[in-house]
């Protein structure tokens, strides 16, 4: 769905605010054009009761003074009103737009986060729904207002003095729209280059603020600091081809009426001296040429928001133009539950989309329930990408992954992924409490829960040393955390789904020896009932497997079986055990 079509919907449910708040823009620039009227009637009032002496224009002056009054407080009445509608409803329309691409982020599959920048996306769903909720707010009212001051005022005009002065007074309109309209194409490639700027700024804070400590470590302050400035520099240039625009067009328009009001005070003054216009009414359109004065000055920057809000338009329809490539589109919706899961593998090979060398080939394993397997291999061969297509982050060959004997792609995502506890490579917290982190919104987790999921993952005694126990703040992604506290953590939190299938990706790397050995023999007692597959460079974790999977550097399945089995015909696992200082005996006591 386009952005366009978004907004629009949310008009179709909700517009009667918007159209009310309209209603009282329109009052509020009818009352206000009334009073330069009032105010010449007012000015031939008080002369003609001085030249006469006629007591009577002072009750017309008091009648007058009082309408003046009434259309002031009138008009901002309808100006609070409108500006509370309509701000009120296009703020709404902002978080709707907001709430909508969130959600459409969501969905979206690992792919389009490789080919997206994380400073850019946040960009986008701030910066880019604020400049549209300005375009529906300023941006419209603003057209509103300038055709409705038009539309009244030079009726008044017309009727105050004549048609051949209003011809006069409005000459320059025509020509400075024209102009304007000219000008909005190059407005809108511009601010198309400023909002990528503003992107590339952001995402540079958010890369060197989540990467402060390696810039710090490596002494690399001032490089990330001229880097910064360059792109300062270029947002810089964008913004100053703008102020180049305005600069012109402003000055040209006030110019152009400034030369008007010059000319009608010696042609009305003419007027006024021959008897051909009276001093109440010189007054009046000489108010009306500067009360239109206003809004055609404010045409440049509406369209520059109108601008602004299209391109902010087009780069949020690139987002939502974006399919997840992970879907239910073949999914199965009788299949609800997998509990117990078995695994079968036979793939013959996968490779990331947009790439050509194969990651996995030629892999072959089943697993019962409750069994569990180790995966171990070289750096790069494959291991992480095959822990995720069980969760379907990367879409398998169809017919090559199968769980409780249904093909993943034909088990719906919901359940599929509600069935399976993950703990990442790369552990990731939230920047909340270690209690919210491992319940994670989840409501049948209960703090009880969380606290057995610790005690197993060998963190609870940390987290009560701490001074809020499970209430500690953890600081964004765990920054107040060490590696291996991290580690626990996550683990804690898989545990405590008490899922079907556990998938652990070499989430012991930060821990002591001691630490994991601990760890392994808790995890030996808590996963007899739950299917388990285990990334890792440790024999010593190998130990808790009923299999070991050895890949090679190049995704190639080398073997498949029992240690024993391995030490007998894998002269590659014969090396990592020697490697690793362990012999049968040592593994068999880990």
């Not at 309808?78 to 500006?83: D, E």
């Not at 001229?226 to 703008?242: G, N, P, Q, V």
């Not at 010189?282 to 040429?289: E, K, L, Q, R, S």
């Amino acid at each position: 769905m386009r952005c366009k079509q978004i907004v629009l919907n949310y008009f179709k449910r909700h517009g009667f605010r918007y159209a009310l708040g309209v209603a009282f823009v329109v009052t509020s620039t009818v009352l206000t054009a009334i009073l330069p009227n009032l105010v010449g009637q007012t000015v031939d009032a008080i002369k003609n009761a001085s030249n006469a002496g006629d007591l009577s224009q002072l009750s017309l002056v008091r009648q007058l003074a009082l309408k003046m009054v009434l259309c002031a407080f009138g008009s901002f009445i309808a100006r609070f009103i409108w500006r509370y509608l309509i701000h009120g409803f296009t703020r709404s329309v902002e978080l709707n737009l907001r709430q909508t691409l969130f959600t459409h982020l969501q969905k979206l599959s690992a792919d389009f986060y490789v080919k997206n920048n994380t400073g850019d996306l946040i960009t986008r769903s701030i910066l880019d729904t604020q400049v549209i909720r300005m375009m529906l707010g300023m941006g419209l009212v603003g057209i509103i207002d300038v055709t409705t001051i038009i539309a009244v005022t030079i009726p008044y005009m017309v009727s105050t003095a004549n048609l051949k002065l209003t011809m006069m007074a409005v000459i320059p309109l025509p020509f400075l729209l024209f102009a304007l309209v000219k000008l909005r194409t190059i407005m809108r490639r511009r601010f198309m280059v400023v909002q990528a700027a503003v992107s590339d700024i952001s995402s540079k804070v958010q890369e060197n603020m989540t990467g402060i400590r390696v810039i710090k470590a490596f002494a690399q302050e001032e490089s990330e600091n001229l880097h910064f400035e360059e792109l300062s520099k270029a947002k810089w240039k964008a913004e100053m081809s703008m102020v180049r625009i305005s600069s012109i067009i402003n000055p040209i328009s006030s110019q152009a009426f400034g030369i008007v009001f010059s000319i009608f005070l010696f042609v009305g003054g003419r007027m006024v001296i021959d008897g051909n216009l009276t001093l109440g009414e010189f007054t009046a359109f000489n108010t009306y040429i500067a009360y239109l004065m206003g809004p055609i000055n404010r045409v440049s920057r509406i369209i520059q928001i109108w601008q602004r809000g299209i391109v902010s338009m087009q780069r949020l329809d690139k987002i939502f133009a974006s399919s997840p490539t992970v879907t239910d589109k073949n999914a199965d919706s009788s299949i609800t539950t997998l509990k117990p899961i078995s695994v079968k593998v036979k793939l013959d090979s996968f490779i990331y989309p947009g790439t050509d060398t194969p990651v996995l080939q030629n892999i072959r394993f089943s697993l019962a329930p409750g069994e569990v397997l180790a995966i171990m291999g070289p750096t790069g061969s494959g291991k992480t990408t095959l822990i995720n297509m069980f969760m379907r982050i990367w879409n398998a060959p169809k017919a090559s992954v199968f769980l409780s004997n249904h093909a993943v792609e034909r088990i719906p995502l919901d359940v599929l992924r509600n069935s399976i506890a993950y703990v990442p490579q790369d552990t990731f917290l939230f920047s909340d409490s270690i209690e919210n982190n491992i319940i994670f919104y989840d409501e049948n987790i209960t703090p009880e829960d969380a606290q057995t999921a610790a005690q197993v993952a060998v963190i609870h005694d940390n987290i009560m040393e701490f001074e809020k126990q499970y209430q500690t703040a953890v600081g964004e992604r765990g920054m107040t955390l060490s590696g291996g506290q991290k580690q626990r953590i996550s683990i804690a939190r898989a545990l405590a789904r008490k899922p079907s299938l556990l998938l652990l990706d070499d989430c012991l790397s930060a821990v002591d020896a001691e630490t994991e050995h601990a760890i392994l023999s808790n995890l030996r007692e808590y996963i007899r009932h739950c299917t388990t597959i285990l990334v890792t460079h440790r024999i010593a974790a190998a130990g808790l497997a009923d299999r070991i999977l050895i890949l090679s550097e190049d995704g190639h399945q080398l073997a498949l079986g029992t240690h024993d089995e391995l030490m007998a015909s894998s002269p590659e696992y014969r090396q990592l055990v020697e490697l690793a200082g362990q012999s049968k005996e040592e593994l068999k006591n880990a």
